[in-house]
Each structure stands twice: as C-alpha cells, then as structure tokens.
C-alpha cells in the first residue's frame, strides 16, 4: 500500500468508458509517494458483486465493472476464434457458483483462456475457486452472463487470497474432487464480440445500402 500527497485531480469532462472514472490523479514535481507496510485500517482488494443482484438487474450498465468470486463446476470446450480484424484468439466458458448454489456463466478470451486451462487440466483435490476482477455483466439471449472487459481484466486464481479461504471455508461439500465436481457442458453463448462492441471499435465497416449493392455487382 502507497500513500500520497500534493498531487491533482483531473477532470477529462468526457463519460466514463468501460467502468474507468473520468476522474484522474496526475502527479507532480511535489508530489510525495510513500509506502506504508503496515496500515492501520482494513484493505479490501476486491469489489464483490452479489450472483443474485447480478442475475436479477432490471438494466446493465455498458460502463459499470465489478469483481466475481465463485467455484469452476463446468465448462465448455476451448473454442479458436478469429476476429472481425483477423486475430486469431480463444474462448472459453466456465460456469460459476456461488455459497448459495446460484450459477452464472462466464466467458473469457485470449490469454485468460490459457490461464485458466493450466489450471483445469492438472489433477486437483481442492475445489478451483476463482476471482474475477474488472469483468462486466452482458445479456444475450435473455440470460445474463458476465465476460471479460478487454485488457483490464483479470482472473486470481490464488488459495492465499484471504476471499479464497473464507469461501472455501463455507463450502458444503469440500471434500469432493475436483474433477467430479467440475462438469462438462454445453453452454449457449455469444460471439467473441457483440456487435455493439464490433460498432463502438471500428472493427466492422459501416456502408449504405447504396454501397453495399455496388460492391455486390463487382
């Protein structure tokens, strides 16, 4: 943990983008940075969103991002994707649930993919429990799953992690292996990208009917 001082606050004056505040602390030559070792106060890495306030929202906001903690009970197989701009890329969907058996279905790409299966595919006696961090809910075919926010996400897949302990702690049935307790499934969802996300990013070109027909005539 760092402390801070004499540092500025600036406004950017433009709408938050995916969950990041507009507001932003910008150092100076005054600026003093100190680390402290030993804080006085609880430290709270993680912003848990609640399975059932995610499951049952009326609205989703596109800006709003939120941690996830959960145990892995199924999965789909890995899938190779190519993207709209053709990058080759993976996806992945797990399914998580909660200390009261509410399940949600996550679906990570790229990297995550990878890091994740490391750890699925070694012999485990424990439950995987996993923390997903900077994740973002997303509906699709009126059910509600959450994915990764681009680059900023993470996955913790951490038993020291003080959130990891406590829920494996409250496990029903820890006893379990972990290969019976993570299923395979086939779970329903969506593309790599949305096409809203597909439009925000410029990664599909945008033509007029006009246009459209003359370059079917070519």
């Excluded at 145990?71 to 080759?88: Q, W």
């Excluded at 994740?135 to 959130?163: D, Y």
Aim: contains cysteine; neutral net charge.
């Amino acid at each position: 943990m760092y402390t801070m001082a004499n540092f500025i606050v600036f406004d950017y004056k433009y709408k938050e983008k995916n969950g990041v505040s507009r507001m932003v602390l910008t150092f100076s030559q005054r600026t003093l940075v100190n680390h402290v070792k030993k804080p006085s106060f609880p430290l709270d890495a993680f912003c848990l969103k609640s399975y059932v306030n995610l499951l049952t929202v009326d609205k989703l906001s596109d800006s709003e991002m939120f941690d996830l903690i959960g145990e892995v009970v199924g999965k789909e197989d890995p899938r190779d994707l190519i993207t709209s701009k053709g990058k080759e890329t993976k996806q992945l969907v797990i399914i998580l649930q909660d200390l009261e058996n509410n399940r949600i279905n996550c679906i990570l790409f790229g990297e995550l993919v990878d890091h994740l299966l490391l750890h699925l595919e070694e012999e485990r006696a424990e439950p995987l429990i996993v923390v997903l961090q900077y994740f973002k809910a997303t509906r699709w075919n009126g059910k509600i799953s959450v994915q990764r926010n681009f680059k900023i996400s993470k996955v913790h897949i951490n038993p020291e992690l003080t959130e990891v302990i406590q829920f494996k702690s409250k496990l029903s049935s820890p006893a379990v292996s972990n290969s019976t307790r993570i299923s395979q499934v086939k779970v329903s969802s969506p593309n790599a990208w949305s096409a809203l996300d597909e439009l925000k990013h410029g990664s599909v070109a945008i033509k007029t009917i006009e246009e459209a027909l003359n370059f079917m005539e070519v």
